[in-house]
Structure formats: C-alpha cells, structure tokens
C-alpha cells in the first residue's frame, strides 16, 4: 500500500495524576505539538474528571481524547457520558474496548460498535482497541479473535451509515499479554498482527478504506523501542501508557516517532 498515513501517537494517562499534575503535564507536552505539526498527530486521553479542564487548555496540535463513552445520545445512565457531551466540551474522540475494560467492565465487540457508531455520528475520533490474550495466541487463536473483534464490531456499528469517517477511525492493536508487562511484541509480530488486521477491514469494508486507516500498536512502547515499531509499514503510530506519563518521556517517543518517518 502507498497510501499516506499520518502517524498518531496517543498518551493513555488510565488512573493517574492529580488535576494540576494533568494539566502541567498536558500544557508541557502542548508545547511539543507545533514541533511535529504536519508529521505527528499527538493526543492524551486523562482520566474523565479532567478533560473538560485539559481540554480548556485548547491546545491547537494535541487533541484530548476520553478513556470511554457511553453509546446513547442521554438517558438514565448513572456515571457515565455521551459522545456528544465529549464534543460539547472539545474532546476530540475517545478509546473505545480498551482490554482493561474489556476485562474489568465487560466490553464486547457488540457493545463497542454502539460507541463507534455513538463517537462518528458526532464527527468525534474513535480509537478501537482489539488485541488476543497470551493463552489465545498461545492457542493459535490470534487471527481469530481479532477477526471477530473487528466483524462483531463493525456490524453493530454499521459503517455504511455514517459520514465519512477514514481519518476518525483508529484502530489500536494491543495484545493483552504486553500491556504494562514490559514485553512489548516484537516488530516482527506487531507487523504480522497489524496487516492480518488491514486485510481483515478489506475484506469486511473496502481496500481503500482498510489502506487508509490508521493502525496503533499498543503495549509497552518505550522511547528505545518505537523506532523499530513504527519502521514497520503497517504500524501508523502507538496508544502508549506508562511511558506517556511523563512529559521528558512523551517528548522522547515524539523525536523517536519523527526519525522512523523521516
Ligand atoms: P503500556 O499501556 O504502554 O503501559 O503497556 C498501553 C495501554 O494500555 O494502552
């Protein structure tokens, strides 16, 4: 595929940082935004209490990304929020079937595709995490179940129904087995995962569409190992947790990201 990608590197912040903590951090790593304008896109997704105030920041090169969403418009639904209250307040997408949450809170593929469709219908970033356990791959099982984490999931939010959404819809590839392990995948089976994913969204939307879209990989990205990543050709960016954390830390990901696209 010749199609050009920007790259997109996401901070997940999960549960971490007091409010002055998120918004110092935030406000420093705004300033790294207009460094990589045009070649890196940057985004942080704080835990829910602080995006309106992260997001007041109104910093033009980081978008503020939510952690979730809920699938309704409103309604009785205690604790949770909608994509359009997100856009009310400037946030410009959210993650949506983050394993944690696919494991602590019972996220299903169906269930997914109602916030995709929720988020998109809003113009709103979705960023759709998939990605197998160690006892699944271990099981030969991989190609499966990222098969029916995209099918399952993109039925319920049946594409074809709302705008055009190529540059909004991320995918994150995040085995479970590397999420704050410190095992990241090799380059070699990330770039495996990752074009078994393109040709998967191929066959269930359009080549074009599936060679458009942006693919993370998610899962111990350090600053010494998003160089090799990201050299990969179907690997478009990264969904990072405890290396986004500090801003000294996001910066090195951002200048290590900028030399594998030179
Ligand atoms: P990690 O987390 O970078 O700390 O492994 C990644 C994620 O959960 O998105």
Not at 16 to 24: G, P
Not at 174 to 180: D, F, L
Not at 218 to 223: A, D, F, Q, T, Y
Not at 240 to 249: C, H, K, R, T, Y
Request: with cysteine; glycine share 8%.
């Amino acid at each position: 595929m010749t199609t050009k990608r920007t790259p997109l590197l996401v901070g997940n912040w999960k549960m971490h940082k007091s409010l002055a903590e998120a918004r110092a951090d935030f406000s420093a790593i705004a300033e790294l935004g207009p460094k990589h304008k045009d070649k890196i896109q940057l985004g942080i997704a704080p835990v829910s209490l602080h995006l309106i105030s992260l997001a007041d920041i109104r910093s033009t090169h980081v978008g503020v990304y939510a952690q979730n969403v809920h699938w309704a418009t409103s309604g009785a639904y205690t604790g949770e929020w909608s994509a359009e209250m997100l856009k009310d307040i400037h946030v410009q997408g959210a993650i949506v079937a983050h394993s944690e949450r696919r494991q602590m809170n019972a996220e299903s593929n169906a269930r997914s595709g109602e916030k995709i469709a929720a988020l998109l219908k809003q113009g709103l970033d979705v960023i759709y995490c998939v990605g197998e356990t160690l006892e699944e791959r271990e099981a030969g099982k991989l190609e499966a179940v990222l098969e029916s984490q995209l099918r399952e999931a993109l039925a319920t939010a049946n594409l074809s129904s709302l705008p055009p959404y190529e540059e909004k819809f991320v995918i994150a590839y995040e085995p479970v087995w590397a999420i704050g392990t410190g095992k990241a995948a090799t380059e070699k089976e990330a770039q495996e995962a990752h074009a078994f994913i393109r040709k998967t969204l191929a066959q269930l939307t359009t080549e074009d569409f599936a060679s458009k879209v942006r693919i993370l990989y998610g899962g111990s990205v350090k600053p010494d190992n998003i160089q090799a990543i990201m050299s990969q050709p179907d690997i478009d960016g990264a969904l990072v947790g405890g290396a986004s954390l500090s801003p000294d830390s996001f910066a090195a990901l951002c200048t290590e990201t900028g030399k594998s696209i030179c």
